[in-house]
T-cell receptor, first 113, second 114 residues
Framework: EAAVTQSPRNKVAVTGGKVTLSCNQT?????MYWYRQDTGHGLRLIHY???????EKGDIPDGYKASRPSQENFSLILELATPSQTSVYFC????????????FGPGTRLTVL | TQTVSQSDAHVTVFEGDSVELRCNYS??????LSWYIQHHGRGLQFLLK??????VVQGVNGFEAEFSKSDSSFHLRKASVHWSDSAVYFC????????????FGKGTSLTVIP
């Protein structure tokens, strides 16, 4: 079965600190995505990747970087965390082609104090 | 750019009732439409999808959705809900490209009263 895991599941960070959220998929999917979910906004795309070595900006990339060192791993990096980045972050993977569904991880709850 | 609108933020029904969760989209090209479910504290899970052919598509757990090009809609329905169907439901649009970028609605929270 398709599997996407995220770590950590919960994180408390201080303003100005660096935060790295990790995602691993065992689906052998080319595409991976980072979303944040906030009340009233639904899911918003931060960064995505078409394969190892590639990262692309999504709809709300400011304040975030992404890294895709391998097919399986996709990280989201907050170099200088701010309270406005307090949210639940979801990673997803998907195959190539719009007909294929996305598989989501369980989410990471990030609180920036 | 595609947009997805889910007009009802919250829907409450009793167990055994039927339910329809509405989704409207705007996009001029060829698209895929799908629904996802999110139980509390979990990630999203795929329910069903439509691209072409029969406008009524069946999903898991008795859910179905109907595509209407004239109304730009893709409403989700279930004939008889169970308390375990309580969750947030997201409609999504994906353009017919190789990159599978999805645009999600804001979600509809369904509460089923036992």
């Amino acid at each position: 079965e398709a599997a996407v895991t995220q770590s950590p599941r919960n994180k408390v960070a201080v303003t100005g600190g660096k935060v790295t959220l990790s995602c691993n998929q065992t689906n052998n999917h080319n595409n991976m995505y980072w979303y944040r979910q906030d009340t009233g906004h639904g899911l918003r795309l931060i960064h995505y990747s078409y394969g190892a070595g590639s990262t692309e900006k999504g709809d709300i990339p400011d304040g975030y970087k992404a890294s895709r060192p391998s097919q399986e791993n996709f990280s989201l990096i907050l170099e200088l965390a701010t309270p406005s980045q307090t949210s639940v972050y979801f990673c997803a993977s998907g195959g190539t082609g719009g007909a294929l569904e996305q598989y989501f991880g369980p989410g990471t709850r990030l609180t920036v104090l | 750019t595609q947009t997805v609108s889910q007009s009802d933020a919250h829907v409450t029904v009793f167990e055994g009732d039927s339910v329809e969760l509405r989704c409207n989209y705007s996009y001029g090209g060829s698209i895929y439409l799908s629904w996802y479910i999110q139980h509390h504290g979990r990630g999203l899970q795929f329910l069903l999808k439509y691209y072409s052919g029969n406008p009524v598509v069946q999903g898991v757990n008795g859910f179905e959705a109907e595509f209407s090009k004239s109304d730009s809609s893709f409403h989700l329905r279930k004939a008889s809900v169970h308390w375990s169907d309580s969750a947030v439901y997201f409609c999504a649009v994906s353009a017919n490209t190789g990159y599978q970028n999805f645009y999600f609605g804001k979600g509809t929270s369904l509460t089923v009263i036992p």
